[in-house]
């Protein structure tokens, strides 16, 4: 039980919450991880439409395993704000720094991008907030 109070994952149901990782831990999860996810995602946008298109999906479907290290919906929403804000920002800065053409359609203006990735991030850390307080009251 000690491991799980130091943050360390020991393989078991459900996993550690995100205030039981260390301080450097959740940091790396909360603001570098959506970042850097943003980053290749954003450099893809212009090398290849089929592959920014699935790590799109798959960055966003990212905020229910997200939400999923707190208890709740609010809690899981809040997490998710910061990781689709993160996420969608980091798309538009890494595609800038690129200088390549967009191989997607952008919305109009491209700072939209970055609404809907912190709304859908929202409603789907929601989800694994929620799907959390449910193991938890289970358990």
Do not use: C
């Not at 905020?63 to 208890?71: E, M, N, P, S």
């Not at 997490?79 to 980091?90: C, E, M, S």
């Amino acid at each position: 039980m000690e491991d799980m109070a130091q943050g360390a994952h020991t393989g078991r149901w459900p996993p550690p919450l995100m205030s039981d990782n260390p301080r450097a831990m959740q940091v790396i999860l909360v603001g570098v991880v959506p970042a850097i996810f943003g980053a290749i995602t954003g450099i893809f946008l212009g090398v290849s439409e089929p592959v920014y298109v699935v790590l799109s999906i798959l960055g966003v479907l990212g905020g229910v395993g997200a939400g999923f290290d707190h208890v709740g919906a609010a809690a899981g929403a809040k997490r998710g704000v910061l990781g689709g804000l993160l996420f969608g920002g980091f798309i538009l800065i890494a595609h800038e720094l690129s200088g390549m053409d967009p191989e997607a359609h952008l919305p109009e203006p491209a700072i939209v991008l970055v609404v809907v990735t912190t709304v859908l991030g929202a409603a789907f850390g929601a989800i694994g907030g929620a799907m959390r307080a449910r193991v938890e009251r289970g358990r």
